[in-house]
């Protein structure tokens, strides 16, 4: 695997990814025991279950995965007296566009994800955990299981780990590549040997019934490694890095046109957008403009530059005081992102210049969510589709003038309505970027048709969207449902006009 750094920027703070790039650093145990490794695991060994949860609640860590969900509230939702065997997931699919953060973690430093994971077991009382790593990344797989072999070598793993008494076992499992894998549920289903489709929450929520139907906790990678942080530096010393909620160090993945992209790990929120792009990054490829940035994954919505962005913040009474501020001066944390109608997500922060044309940009996306979609739940599986189809038309200069609204009526029927998130992952982005740039979506929809003109995509009948292809769109316009589409191209759901 390439490295895309070579030193760190002074004004990254280092701890997860402290021996990534470190010179003479080997992913091996001799190289992690030189570094005070497993110290942290004897440690928590001598705490109590409960106080090592406790100290992860004080710490404030927030999932790094996407969802951003206090990591201890989570592990408080485990009884670890359950009746049934308790099971620790580390999500390992990394398939959220734009992030590059836990592949590095599994390539470089695997013992440290091994610690972490083996210190959550024992607070969570969890006896088998599972890492489970996406498809495409087969050395990060090998690389896992040689340190985990190491690890089982020197009792780190196994039984009785280091005379305490705990016993505890970690497997790898590899996907097959598909990035609903990604998310928790569908995840413990491909784990479970099915079909990754997600379940319906509730009551299927993993803390109560995940895998095989018992207790599980699921965490990104990144996350487990900070618990090992927490444990040595404990809690409350732990939740002054960062900002208050928004605790510790994070590792952005910074991708676009920027002069130098790369993983990033930094203080939650001590850096704005302008820092990171201008001082971490080099600023923008010369002669180029910001224009818009995608904070948290491909996922996340996209932000304008140029735009005056709402926070709140503390005044010198103490009260909230509401404040304007700039795209380039928004900080780089949890709470922030949200509060300007965006989200930190999984940290891959995606920079756009003036030479990108946002409707090709959002074809772009389309494209990976219409291919990713499980097809479980009928405006997923369609309306993301629908989206591509008409982003695509868009960019082939095919565009008709209701495209937009269209557009626009797909992705609000899609968010809010499906099993999972995957649908607001996939609507959230054509809803911002018709949002922030309706003018670039106009002049790519200039064609005056009527639908029964719309070839191989999506017309509006009755104000409800509908499929409609070539030579079947006279019936679909005239508000018939055409016999000759094909039942795979055409839902129940549309059929009936109830997207
Ligand atoms: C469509 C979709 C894809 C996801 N992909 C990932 C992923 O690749 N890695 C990950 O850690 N979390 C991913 N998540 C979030 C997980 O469902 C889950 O919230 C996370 O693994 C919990 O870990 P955390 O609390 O440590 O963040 C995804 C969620 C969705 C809806
Ligand atoms: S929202 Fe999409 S990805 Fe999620 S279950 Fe439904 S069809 Fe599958």
Not at 332 to 345: H, Y
Not at 470 to 479: K, L, M, P, R, T
Request: some cysteine; aromatic content about 8%.
């Amino acid at each position: 695997m390439v490295s895309l750094l070579k030193q760190p920027h002074p004004r990254e703070t280092r701890m997860i990814f402290k021996n990534v790039d470190r010179p003479g650093w080997k992913p091996d145990i001799d190289s992690y025991l030189g570094d005070g490794g497993y110290e942290q695991l004897k440690k928590a060994l001598t705490m109590t279950q409960v106080g090592v949860v406790d100290e992860v609640k004080a710490s404030g860590l927030r999932g790094r995965g996407g969802a951003g969900f206090p990591c201890g509230v989570k592990w408080g939702f485990i009884k670890q007296d359950s009746p049934k065997p308790i099971y620790l997931i580390c999500n390992a699919d990394e398939s959220e566009p734009g992030t590059f953060k836990d592949r590095y973690i599994i390539h470089q430093d695997p013992h440290q994800l091994i610690e972490g994971m083996v210190i959550s077991c024992y607070a969570v009382n969890a006896k088998l955990a599972y890492i489970y790593i996406r498809g495409e990344f087969p050395e990060g797989a090998k690389i896992l299981e040689r340190a985990l072999a190491e690890a089982r070598e020197k009792n780190f793993l196994g039984k009785n780990i280091q005379g305490s008494g705990f016993d505890c076992e970690i497997y790898v499992h590899r996907g097959a590549g598909a990035y609903i894998c990604g998310e928790e549920t569908g995840l413990i289903e491909s784990l479970e040997g099915k079909r990754p489709y997600p379940r319906i929450k509730p009551p299927y929520f993993p803390a109560v019934l995940g895998l095989y139907q018992c207790p599980t906790i699921v965490n990104n990678v990144e996350t487990l490694c900070h618990v090992k942080h927490i444990i040595r530096l404990g809690g409350a010393e732990y939740a002054k890095i960062g900002k208050p909620n928004n605790t510790g160090t994070r590792i952005l993945c910074v991708s676009g046109d920027v002069q130098k992209p790369g993983y990033f790990e930094v203080e939650l929120g001590s850096l704005n957008m302008g820092e990171v792009i201008n001082d971490l990054c080099g600023g923008m490829k010369p002669g180029r403009t910001l224009k818009a940035i995608i904070p948290g994954g491909s996922s996340a919505k996209v932000l304008r530059a140029g735009e005056k962005y709402k926070i709140k913040e503390k005044g010198p009474d103490g009260a909230m005081v509401d404040k304007e501020i700039t795209l380039e001066e928004i900080p780089m944390d949890f709470d922030t992102l949200a509060a300007v109608g965006s989200m930190a997500g999984s940290g891959g922060v995606i920079v756009m210049d003036d030479s990108r044309n946002m409707v090709e940009t959002l074809a772009n996306i389309n494209e990976f969510y219409a291919h990713e979609s499980c097809g479980q739940c009928t405006p997923c599986r369609e309306g993301s589709l629908w989206m591509q189809k008409i982003t695509r038309r868009m960019v082939s200069g095919e565009g008709a003038t209701q495209d937009p609204k269209v557009l626009k009526s797909v992705a609000d029927n899609i968010a809010g309505k499906t099993i999972c998130a995957f649908g607001e992952a996939c609507a959230w982005p054509t809803q911002s970027f018709l949002a922030k740039f309706p003018d670039e979506f106009a002049a790519k929809a200039q064609k005056n048709v009527t639908p029964r003109e719309v070839s191989d995509g999506v017309a509006l009948q009755g104000g409800r969207p509908v499929l409609v292809h070539d030579h079947e769109v006279a019936a679909a316009s005239e508000g018939g449902v055409p016999e000759k589409i094909a039942p795979w191209e055409l839902s129940n759901a549309s059929k009936a006009g109830e997207i």
